[in-house]
T-cell receptor
């Protein structure tokens, strides 16, 4: 069974631009969660999507948004990029999304904002 | 919301020794406590988890203990090997799947 796939693996953008990251969950998984990982803040929860609906949201500004498609694939969008948005963005999928369902992580997309 | 603290931030042990990483959480509603291992260039991988109705769980060289009263849980790795070197994260999750992670522990196992 294929794991969680995130594309692209690396991105370089400049301040003010916007970016879209993609996540394909494990086949059959309906929940996709997004996290931001930085050396200073660690792993921070962005949001979770389940059956095309945002079910839970972390404490991030509205510049961070996402969506989920009917095939459970998810995209995350960051508008008006800031230098502080440079991070590793991870997505994780799980069967149903409620604990204690195991979350499986992708390798992440490393975003650098110049 | 949930707040998870993890200690130590770095840990260096000799091959064959044991390693212990400790976490505390704040939200008494948390009922699921996974531990993840992250190697360089990879996403976190689940290595063991424990649920709030269990006090201890073991899987070969890895064990996790949970004290719900004190709101802390620990990861124990015995007979450490160089391939155990990685960053380890604890996490706590209440019913709504808003998983909160500790800051991570960089474990180095010296051969």
């Amino acid at each position: 069974k294929a794991g969680v796939t995130q594309t692209p693996r690396y991105l370089i953008k400049t301040r003010g631009q916007q970016v879209t990251l993609s996540c394909s969950p494990i086949s059959g998984h309906r929940s996709v969660s997004w996290y931001q990982q930085t050396p200073g803040q660690g792993l921070q929860f962005l949001f979770e999507y389940f059956s095309e609906t945002q079910r839970n949201k972390g404490n991030f500004p509205g510049r961070f948004s996402g969506r989920q498609f009917s095939n459970s694939r998810s995209e995350m969008n960051v508008s008006t990029l800031e230098l502080g948005d440079s991070a590793l963005y991870l997505c994780a999928s799980s069967l149903e999304g409620r604990p204690p369902n195991i979350q499986y992580f992708g390798a992440g997309t490393r975003l650098s904002v110049l | 919301g949930e707040n998870v603290e993890q200690h130590p931030s770095t840990l260096s042990v000799q091959e064959g020794d044991s390693a212990v990483i400790k976490c505390t959480y704040s939200d008494s509603a948390s009922n699921y406590f996974p531990w993840y291992k992250q190697e360089l260039g990879k996403g976190p991988q689940l290595i063991i988890d424990i649920r709030s109705n269990v006090g201890e769980k073991k899987d070969q060289r890895i064990a996790v203990t949970l004290n719900k009263t004190a709101k802390h849980f620990s990861l124990h790795i015995t007979e450490t090997q160089p391939e155990d070197s990685a960053v380890y994260f604890c996490a706590a999750s209440p019913y709504n799947n808003d998983m909160r992670f500790g800051a991570g522990t960089r474990l180095t196992v010296k051969p």
